[in-house]
């Protein structure tokens, strides 16, 4: 059977204002499952809900992994369980390289104790693979990077990490053709590497051309009113959101 992140019923509030309305959503490992939907319609505060921020209140509902009740986790314990998130926008840590932070996620993650001359081979080895420059690894994070290159860094992370599912959050956001090449590429790597479960919030089609979804869900206001093949992608960039809310009321 494969393992799979399921939300249920999952309702969810921030200063007391209603956000996430009773959603229900399914990621398999092995599967790549993208969300979409207007400015403003829940899809971050699904993500952060499910990796447990607590600037968020689950009202009701659950978040599973298998039959596993992760909903009362906190965000670390969630990661070891094999959760991984890639911010929309990521932020600076002053005065910790990369290359320092990344080798401590993996040993708190992984419960192990990583040399930093192991490390290195790891970091290189990845770096690599991803087509990163591994400059970028010596520099302290999101430090004056551009926004290309933190969203290289997130996959940078993933990659690193292996998680089992990985919410990436408008990840093809403000990259130039050649930099979402490299990290769909480098998506697509990870995935066949570790067989993680991919859930893609975007906007746009063009990151689904180079990691074709299995499903496709549409987030209005909160609620999922649509759940389609890949195709949905092409039928939105068409006639945009106006047809989705026209056939639900
Ligand atoms: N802490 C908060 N307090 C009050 N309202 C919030 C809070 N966080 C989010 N919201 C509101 O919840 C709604 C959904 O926000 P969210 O960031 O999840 O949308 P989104 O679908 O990711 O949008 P975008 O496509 O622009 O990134 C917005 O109206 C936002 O202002
Ligand atoms: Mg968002």
Same mark, same amino acid.
């Given at each position: 059977?494969?393992?799979?992140?399921?939300?249920?019923?999952?309702?969810?509030?921030?200063?007391?204002?209603?956000?996430?309305?009773? !959603?229900?959503?399914?990621?398999?490992?092995?599967?790549?499952?993208?969300?979409?939907?207007?400015?403003?319609?829940?899809?971050?505060?699904?993500? #952060?809900?499910?990796?447990? #921020?607590?600037?968020?209140?689950?009202?009701? +509902?659950?978040?599973?992994?298998?039959?596993?009740?992760?909903?009362?986790?906190?965000?670390?314990?969630?990661?070891?369980?094999?959760?991984?998130?890639?911010?929309?926008?990521?932020?600076?840590?002053?005065?910790?390289?990369?290359?320092?932070?990344?080798?401590?996620?993996?040993?708190?993650?992984?419960?192990?104790?990583?040399? !930093?001359?192991?490390?290195?081979?790891?970091?290189?080895?990845?770096?690599?693979?991803? #087509?990163?420059?591994?400059?970028?690894?010596?520099?302290?994070?999101?430090?004056?990077?551009?926004?290309?290159?933190?969203?290289?860094?997130?996959?940078?992370?993933?990659?690193?990490?292996?998680?089992?599912?990985?919410?990436?959050?408008?990840?093809?956001?403000?990259?130039?053709?050649?930099?979402?090449?490299?990290?769909?590429? +480098?998506?697509?790597?990870?995935?066949?590497?570790?067989?993680?479960?991919?859930?893609?919030?975007?906007?746009?089609?063009?990151?689904?051309?180079?990691?074709?979804?299995?499903?496709?869900?549409?987030?209005?206001? +909160?609620?999922? !009113?649509?759940?389609?093949?890949?195709?949905?992608?092409?039928?939105?960039?068409?006639?945009?959101?106006?047809?989705?809310?026209?056939?639900?009321?």
């Amino acid at each position: 059977m494969n393992n799979k992140l399921v939300v249920k019923d999952l309702t969810v509030s921030a200063s007391g204002k209603l956000i996430i309305d009773k !959603v229900n959503l399914e990621v398999k490992q092995g599967e790549v499952v993208a969300l979409m939907g207007p400015n403003g319609s829940g899809k971050s505060t699904l993500a #952060n809900s499910i990796m447990g #921020n607590p600037k968020f209140k689950i009202e009701k +509902g659950s978040i599973l992994i298998n039959s596993e009740d992760i909903t009362k986790l906190k965000t670390n314990e969630r990661a070891k369980k094999g959760i991984f998130m890639s911010f929309q926008y990521p932020s600076e840590i002053a005065g910790i390289t990369i290359s320092n932070f990344l080798r401590a996620a993996l040993n708190t993650i992984k419960d192990t104790n990583i040399s !930093v001359i192991d490390f290195q081979k790891i970091l290189k080895e990845n770096t690599k693979e991803l #087509n990163i420059g591994e400059n970028l690894a010596k520099r302290y994070i999101n430090e004056g990077f551009s926004g290309g290159e933190k969203k290289k860094f997130e996959i940078l992370q993933m990659s690193i990490l292996e998680p089992k599912f990985a919410l990436l959050d408008e990840t093809d956001s403000g990259l130039d053709v050649d930099a979402l090449k490299i990290i769909s590429n +480098g998506i697509n790597k990870i995935k066949s590497k570790t067989n993680m479960g991919i859930l893609i919030i975007t906007h746009y089609k063009r990151i689904l051309d180079y990691i074709t979804p299995d499903k496709i869900y549409i987030m209005v206001d +909160g609620k999922i !009113v649509k759940e389609g093949d890949s195709s949905l992608s092409s039928k939105l960039e068409q006639f945009g959101y106006n047809w989705v809310k026209e056939e639900n009321n």
